[in-house]
Structure formats: C-alpha cells, structure tokens
C-alpha cells in the first residue's frame, strides 16, 4: 500500500524559510508527478507547484521567485523550499503524487503540515 508521510512543518516569523519533504513508501513502479497544495482556514485547497517526471515545474503566481519545488526520484521524495514567507502563506500543505503501483496509477495525498507565519 502506497502512502506519502509529510514533515517540515512549523511557525516562523515574516521573512523566514522552511523545507517541507513528502515521501513515498509502499510498492512503487514508477511517479509521473509530483506536486505541493495548500488550504487556509475558509478557503479552498490551492495548487502551489508541481513537478513532472521529466523534471519541468510549475508555480502560483503567489509563490513565483519564492518558493522552489525540486523531487529526488531515487529516493520517491519530493521538497518545497519556501522563502520569504509570508503572513498569508499560512495554511496546511498537501503533497500528492501520481504513482503507479500494483493497482496501477492512482493519485497519492500526504496528511497535510500545518505552516505558520507570524511574529
């Protein structure tokens, strides 16, 4: 059974950095993409940047020049280096997958860190 476990969370003050690391573990054949979302209290679940296998990515406007997703495929990892974080980059993060395994391609969610910005 495949399941992405999440760490990296936490408060940091405006201004400040965190990486956030998702990884893969079960029966893995192959990962097409990977990919980071958030959801702020009251709000819907937002894409924040993908990855796709062949290593092209994609950002929110919002996090564009701040934020960098980057995936180590040996390893069925993938990361979100956040800078210069802001106030309202506060919400609970998502990593997803699209892996295939034994029961062929199916889309993958991590339990969600919790992201705090404030002073």
């Known amino acids: 059974q495949v399941q992405l476990v999440e760490s990296g969370g936490g408060l940091v003050q405006p201004g400040g950095s965190l990486r956030l690391s998702c990884a893969a573990t079960?029966?893995?054949?192959?990962?097409?993409?990977m990919g980071w979302y958030r959801q702020a209290p009251g709000k819907q679940r937002e894409l924040v940047a993908f990855i796709i296998s062949g290593g092209s990515t994609n950002y929110a406007d919002s996090v564009k020049g701040r934020f960098t997703i980057s995936g180590d495929n040996a390893r069925n990892t993938v990361y979100l280096h956040a800078n210069s974080l802001k106030p309202e980059d506060t919400a609970v993060y998502y990593c997803?997958?699209?892996?295939?395994?034994?029961?062929?391609?199916?889309?993958?969610w991590g339990q969600g860190t919790q992201v705090t910005v404030s002073s």
């Open positions: 079960g029966t893995i054949f192959s990962i097409y993409n």
């Open positions: 997803m997958m699209i892996i295939v395994g034994p029961s062929g391609r199916d889309n993958y």
